[in-house]
T-cell receptor
Framework: SQTIHQWPATLVQPVGSPLSLECTVE??????LYWYRQAAGRGLQLLFYSVGIGQISSEVPQNLSASRPQDRQFILSSKKLLLSDSGFYLCAWSVSGRSGEQFFGPGTRLTVL | GESVGLHLPTLSVQEGDNSIINCAYSNSASDYFIWYKQESGKGPQFIIDIRSNMDKRQGQRVTVLLNKTVKHLSLQIAATQPGDSAVYFC??????????FGSGTRLQVQP
């Protein structure tokens, strides 16, 4: 069966510090991968998606970036965090090549102080 | 359609009653829709999905209705239980790979 992992589960970082959130998927090959952000009490905002290694599409311009160094690894990064980067970050995967159900990870709660 | 950033509307129901959560979409080309349930501090979980060649699909205690004429989707939960309290999101495909999520509805079940 497929599983998706995210870490860390929670993170408190000062403004201006770097960020690296990691997501890995097991039990599937060549998945589509997604990063979402969810502000408190609000909906999901798609940040990035990837259809393959090294292929990243950005949905919202901001100081975040994403990379996919391996087939089942997706990383969300920032060189300098802003207060507005606080939120709940969710990674998701779906079957390659078609639109359909996305399976979500447990999320990382980021607080920028 | 998608309304990123809006505060979530709330639906409050009594335990045992039926709940109906509504969603509107704007993309006429969408042919796949899905409902997710998100409990506090957790990632969204799949509830039920429906393709555009159907107008109704039933699961365990849940039913999704699709009205393509008015671009409306609803989730019905029968005999709502306290464990159903969560935020519910609808999503529809906007391309070959992407899903667009609605703003969500917070369901509160009163004992």
């Amino acid at each position: 069966s497929q599983t998706i992992h995210q870490w860390p589960a929670t993170l408190v970082q000062p403004v201006g510090s770097p960020l690296s959130l990691e997501c890995t998927v097991e039990g599937t090959s060549n998945p589509n991968l997604y990063w979402y952000r969810q502000a408190a009490g609000r909906g999901l905002q798609l940040l990035f998606y990837s259809v393959g290694i090294g292929q990243i599409s950005s949905e919202v311009p901001q100081n975040l970036s994403a990379s996919r160094p391996q087939d089942r690894q997706f990383i969300l990064s920032s060189k300098k965090l802003l207060l507005s980067d606080s939120g709940f970050y969710l990674c998701a995967w779906s079957v390659s090549g078609r639109s359909g159900e996305q399976f979500f990870g447990p999320g990382t709660r980021l607080t920028v102080l | 359609g998608e309304s990123v950033g809006l505060h979530l509307p709330t639906l409050s129901v009594q335990e045992g009653d039926n709940s109906i959560i509504n969603c509107a979409y704007s993309n006429s080309a969408s042919d796949y829709f899905i409902w997710y349930k998100q409990e506090s501090g957790k990632g969204p979980q799949f509830i039920i999905d429906i393709r555009s060649n159907m107008d109704k699909r039933q699961g365990q205690r849940v039913t999704v209705l699709l009205n393509k004429t008015v671009k409306h989707l609803s989730l019905q939960i029968a005999a709502t239980q306290p464990g159903d309290s969560a935020v519910y999101f609808c999503a529809g495909n906007t391309g070959r790979r992407a899903l667009t999520f609605g703003s969500g509805t917070r369901l509160q079940v009163q004992p």
